[in-house]
């Protein structure tokens, strides 16, 4: 088909027009660096959630024993320090068992000092005169024996008086011989089973008067750390159990924070230790706030935080890793935050 030479030029002209038009649009165009695409695609490796806690992880505190709270001493954001007294059961019962087994403490000890010491000089000196007026008396016996012996052999006594002086004379021997050893044992100390049972008991005594020391000690709640109180779960004049999940306050070190990051298992491989990590609050917008990967967990569990979305996936298996965040003071513990695992540099 032959066209026109004027509607040939129409259209060639049409065609230049359109080409110097997207020309310009090039031209004009707001550059795109390549090299901000790639970073932005390859940087991040990782996306998890996390949740700030102090670098202690956050410790519940509770007591070993039931009772009821009789003071409190600190409150939420408090900083305590370590073997503090943050709070002090109801302990006037302890307390009074206490003092009755230290009196039984000073009972026994008497009782072996006693034992040890044996009997005192008085009586001693006692025991001595009592030996001495026995022996007398058996002298004194004896010769009186000896003389009517003599005087029953030429029959001047009876036998019934002769006999007589003979029982005489054996008691005058048993009492001689009593009082003596009498003054043996007391100068011979005390019996080894004697002293034995005596320790035996002042040691009992000891004992149970360690054993309310300790439960006394157990109505004294002390922080295990030194950080802040996160958390105040209960309030004087409440009862505390001794159950674990039961705690009056709960302490953290924020010295550093870190956070717990659970990574998808989809992901795990891509793990390595003091990769560096930035996360997101949204309280706190676009700020990322660094650190690195400290701790890679050795085994998988269910998702611990959530989002909230209808659309959640909670029947993931994630494994848990700590991140170590290089500023301190800023997020609160707690928070939730989004966490990306990169391989750049901030």
Do not use: C
């Not at 065609?15 to 165009?29: E, F, G, M, S």
């Not at 001689?176 to 100068?187: G, M, T, Y």
């Not at 800023?330 to 901030?346: A, E, N, S």
Request: proline share 3%; charged share 35%.
């Amino acid at each position: 088909m032959r066209y026109k030479l004027p509607y040939l030029i129409g259209i060639m002209t049409t065609a230049a027009l359109v080409a110097l038009a997207l020309q310009h649009r090039v031209a004009t165009a707001p550059k795109i660096d390549s090299a901000v695409i790639a970073a932005s695609e390859n940087d991040t490796e990782i996306a998890a959630l996390g949740r700030v806690e102090p670098q202690s992880e956050e410790i519940r505190v509770g007591a070993e024993i039931s009772g009821k709270i009789a003071r409190l001493f600190v409150r939420e954001g408090d900083r305590v320090v370590r073997g503090q007294v943050l709070a002090v059961l109801e302990n006037s019962d302890l307390h009074a068992r206490l003092t009755s087994a230290e009196a039984r403490i000073q009972e026994k000890e008497a009782e072996l000092r006693r034992i040890v010491n044996g009997a005192r000089q008085e009586e001693r000196k006692e025991a001595r005169a009592s030996v001495d007026e026995a022996y007398a008396v058996l002298e004194n016996t004896r010769s009186e024996a000896e003389r009517r012996e003599g005087l029953f052999a030429r029959g001047i006594i009876t036998r019934e008086e002769a006999e007589r002086i003979r029982r005489e004379l054996q008691v005058a021997t048993a009492r001689h011989e009593a009082a003596r050893e009498r003054l043996e044992l007391l100068d011979s100390g005390p019996r080894e089973e004697d002293r034995a049972k005596a320790e035996a008991a002042l040691s009992l005594a000891q004992t149970e008067a360690e054993e309310m020391r300790a439960t006394l000690a157990k109505s004294e709640i002390r922080s295990p750390i030194t950080g802040i109180v996160l958390h105040q779960y209960l309030n004087e004049g409440e009862t505390l159990s001794s159950q674990p999940d039961m705690p009056i306050l709960s302490v953290g070190d924020i010295s550093r924070l870190r956070v717990r990051a659970e990574i998808d298992e989809s992901d795990i491989g891509k793990l390595r230790l003091d990769q560096r990590v930035y996360v997101k609050a949204p309280a706190f917008g676009d700020r990322r706030f660094w650190g690195h990967l400290i701790r890679i967990g050795k085994s998988l569990g269910q998702k611990r935080v959530r989002t909230e979305r209808a659309a959640e996936r909670t029947d993931r298996d994630v494994l848990e890793t700590i991140v170590e965040l290089d500023e301190t003071g800023v997020l609160p513990v707690g928070v939730r935050v989004d966490v990306y695992i990169t391989k750049g540099q901030p």
